[in-house]
């Protein structure tokens, strides 16, 4: 069933998720069934940074234990073994906890990039990795604007390393390992909708707490880890170059124009090699 | 009894073909040559390396990170390599589709390069996948991922690479003396280029158009939405530049298997291109310019990699573009020459501006390619010197064709 449905959005609604309007749950809809994004939220403000969440996630997927802490003048970053972290830095607000893992982009660069599909973006919305299709290109490594997928580079058998929402649990009924381990409710797992409409209502609900701003509704076209935070992005260190734009749109252009140029450059190539031909060209032509 | 006798016949044929071939395969010409002395040795060094890249791991043998994962294999053996193999479409062009018969003479030997080129920067691709035997899968359909530039340039590497085969094909027949086939295979001569040329112009400005979605990681005098256009332009000229230098040399090289009437042409060609080099270049600028002044770039102009941007346009676009104008002139062999070299120059350094130097400017560690991948790079270009030499010695690229293939 699982892979049906996933075949049917590959014919139909991936280069719509990937490339155009990035609403595959309406192709998903012309089947009978309504799917919405699933997403994770975390509340900077609510997180004390225990780690709990990272262990959570080192444990369910085998990575080393994690021996370092945030502190305040270090940057931790994921890596290969390594799908979330949390930095801390101090500010007017004391110390703030921001977090770093895959955005799970409504329309995402590295499932746009990928030539195999083997980056691809679920009909439930987490952003996954398929090893039977990658070829290590890393292509998906140089468009992602968060660079968040990792490559083992010191292994004759690499993979591409980042968080995908649990997705084996969420596929099970379950949550994501790092969600379910929060105590604090600085993690909340939900369908897209659900979790923007708690983000607004905890910043209505104490305003003078939260920046009015929740970072991935809008960046990069809507991701699927929303953000709230005590302070405005900026401040604190989240990319904000990135903007409102979907990253796939960049190439959509380009990649439009290439059915035109294949229907009208030969035919355009063909009436020149014609006009310019004079009689005795066929027989140079033969002489190749 | 006639069929016995055919199929002893049959085997005769087969056997001789056999034994040309097995005598084909032994070298011709000297082998302590200087080129042969320094190339050698590199590319044993190459291939121990490349093991090594296998065995150990991309991580062992490169200086790639989580933040730059493209280095020097792709921004200069693919990004750079296909860049100049363009001179083989633009040939073409000129030849088959505008009738420029004055070309005709070095036709084969442009695409003989540029089909190489493909075949060995293609390859080097290869080095640079972490997983390369799944290299298949976007020709299988697992899965075919139309949403990617990237797919366009992998479909089109290999399409044109066939459609060069085809139009080099001719000489091989030639060269096993196979009639029919070759007449068969001339026949297709005009397809395999109209194909070629509209292949070309799609992934040549393709391998732009790859890294339009690294917006924020190329420094901004470099990105812009115009990358594919600007590296379509300067393929044309980045290939001729290449058969100026390539045809300058070959002709030093090959002087012996050069016709007296193509050595008197071959100094005709050099000045017809260098003029078409020089009229690109030009559009290629104003290009420039234009993407500048709409990008609103003159803060930039005053740091670092502003003076760099500026010496790629001034030092390696304007002055070889002035040098071709005047060598055409003054019908100067030598000053297209240097002219053509400073393209050659200007060509890498803007592909590496984009691709490598220009890519994750702003990070505090920048990559800086290894010396091993220095070597495999190297091993990689010689590997394709040496074979083009093999053909060059046994099939009629440089010198006509035999009598046979001009009788009809």
């Keep these: 069933m ?34 919405e994004f699933y997403g994770i939220l975390y509340d900077s403000v609510k997180c004390i940074g225990c780690q709990n969440c990272e262990v959570a996630c080192t444990e369910t997927y085998g990575f080393p234990e994690i021996t370092d802490t945030p502190l305040v003048g270090t940057e931790r970053h994921t890596s290969e073994t390594r799908r979330t972290i949390l930095n801390v830095q101090e500010t ?54 968060f660079d968040v997928p990792k490559f083992e580079y010191h292994s004759s058998n690499p993979k591409i390393e980042k968080c995908t929402m649990c997705y084996e649990r969420i596929m099970e009924g379950g949550i994501p390992a790092c969600v379910e381990s929060c105590g604090f409710d600085a993690l909340l797992f939900g369908t897209r909708r659900e979790l923007l409409t708690e983000a607004r209502k905890r910043i209505c609900a104490e305003p003078t707490k939260y920046s009015d701003h929740i970072f991935g509704e809008k960046e990069a076209g809507g991701t699927g880890l929303l953000m709230l935070t005590p302070l405005r992005p900026q401040e604190l260190g989240y990319r904000t170059n990135i903007g409102n734009e979907s990253y796939p749109a960049l190439t959509k252009g380009f990649l439009f124009a290439v059915p035109s140029v294949f229907v009208l450059i030969p035919p355009l190539l063909l009436g020149i090699h014609e006009a310019t031909k004079n009689k005795g060209s066929k027989q140079e032509e033969e002489e190749v | 009894m006639n069929q016995i006798n055919l199929a002893a016949a049959n085997e005769n044929q087969a056997k001789s073909t056999w034994k040309f071939l097995l005598s ?55 990004v ?9 479409y633009v040939l073409t062009f000129m030849v088959y589709i505008l009738n420029m018969k004055k070309y005709h003479s070095i036709i084969r030997v442009t695409v003989l390069n540029g089909f190489l080129a493909y075949v060995f920067y293609a390859g080097a691709l290869l080095l640079d996948l972490g997983r390369p035997w799944n290299v298949i899968n976007p020709i299988i359909g697992n899965n075919f991922g139309t949403s990617s530039v990237l797919f366009l340039v992998a479909w089109h590497f290999l399409l044109y690479m066939i459609a060069q085969f085809i139009e080099f094909s001719p000489a091989v027949a030639e060269w096993l003396g196979a009639k029919r086939i070759r007449k068969i295979l001339s026949a297709m001569t005009l397809g395999a280029v109209i194909f070629g040329i509209t292949l070309s112009i799609l992934h040549q400005s393709g391998l732009g158009a790859l890294y339009m979605m690294a917006r924020e990681k190329i420094h901004p005098l470099w990105y812009s939405e115009f990358i594919p256009i600007l590296f379509f332009v300067s393929s044309i000229f980045a290939g001729l530049s290449m058969v100026i230098f390539e045809g300058s040399i070959s002709y030093k090289v090959f002087f012996g298997q050069i016709s007296e009437k193509n050595r008197h042409a071959h100094h005709e060609i050099i000045h017809g291109l260098s003029r078409v080099c020089a009229g690109t270049m030009f559009a290629y600028l104003f290009l420039h310019l234009l993407i500048f002044l709409h990008g609103r770039h003159w803060g930039l102009i005053n740091t670092p990699m502003g003076y760099w941007y500026l010496l790629e346009m001034f030092g390696f676009v304007l002055l070889p573009m002035l040098l071709f104008f005047y060598g055409y002139r003054v019908k100067s062999g030598l000053w297209i020459r240097i002219a053509a070299i400073l393209t050659m120059l200007g060509v890498i350094l803007n592909r590496l501006n984009v691709t490598v130097i220009g890519f994750r400017w702003d990070m505090p560690v920048r990559y800086i390619p290894t010396w091993m991948e220095v070597c495999v790079t190297l091993a990689v270009i010689f590997t394709e010197i040496w074979i083009f030499r093999w053909v060059i010695r046994r099939m009629p690229v440089l010198r006509d064709p035999p009598a046979w293939a001009k009788s009809h």
């Excluded at chain 1, 746009?112 to 987490?126: F, H, I, R, S, V």
């Excluded at chain 2, 750079?80 to 083989?88: L, S, W």
């Design chain 1, 2 to 35: 699982g892979l049906d449905r996933r075949n049917f959005l590959k014919t139909m609604g991936v280069a719509g998720a990937a490339l155009a309007v990035g609403k595959p749950s309406q192709a998903a809809g012309n089947k009978g069934k309504y799917t």
């Design chain 1, 92 to 145: 007017s607000r004391g110390e703030v906890y921001t977090r770093e893992q895959c955005m799970h982009c409504n329309e995402p660069a590295c499932a746009a990039a990928c030539l195999t599909q083997a980056m691809y973006k679920t009909e439930e919305g987490p952003v996954i990795w398929r090893g039977d299709k990658c070829m290590g290109c890393r292509y998906c490594m140089v468009s992602c604007p």
């Design chain 2, 24 to 78: 084909e395969l032994k070298p011709k010409g000297k082998i302590f040559t200087p080129f042969n002395i320094i190339s050698f040795p590199i590319m044993i060094t190459g291939l121990v390396l490349i093991v090594i890249r296998f065995w150990k791991g991309l991580g062992a043998v490169t200086n790639l990170s989580q933040e730059v994962p493209w280095g020097l294999w792709i921004g200069f053996d693919v």
């Design chain 2, 80 to 88: 750079t390599g296909v860049a100049f193999a363009g001179g083989a």
